[in-house]
């Protein structure tokens, strides 16, 4: 494998664990802040190997019953066909948290 392709693969394993490690935290944020509008989520910012990375917090989905489907992408590093990983999980009125 090519050493562009070698490095496009780690820039994405590295995303994808920033991600994840992002989404445990945004997971014990109260109900209240994570029930608004993604304009209104301020991004996270974290540092890793030089790299400055985002990731965007959106409340894209309110189900009648109130629980809140958050998803997070990540930005910073070149991946391949610029596709970044996500994070998805749920989030009920009482504060507890599954994965849909």
């Known amino acids: 494998m090519s050493p562009f392709l070698v490095r496009l693969a780690a820039n994405w394993r590295a995303l994808r664990q920033a991600v994840n490690a992002v989404g445990a935290e945004v997971e014990q ?8 509008d993604a304009e209104d989520q301020p991004p996270i910012r974290r540092v890793l190997g030089g790299d400055e990375l985002e990731f965007w917090i959106d409340r894209w989905r309110k189900a009648p019953n109130g629980d809140l489907t958050i998803c997070i992408d990540a930005k910073g590093l070149p991946t391949w066909f610029g596709v970044k990983p996500s994070y998805q999980c749920a989030k009920r009125p009482d504060g507890s948290v599954y994965y849909p």
Do not use: A, K, Q, V
Request: hydrophobic content about 25%.
């Open 29 to 36: 944020w109260s109900y209240e802040t994570l029930d608004r």
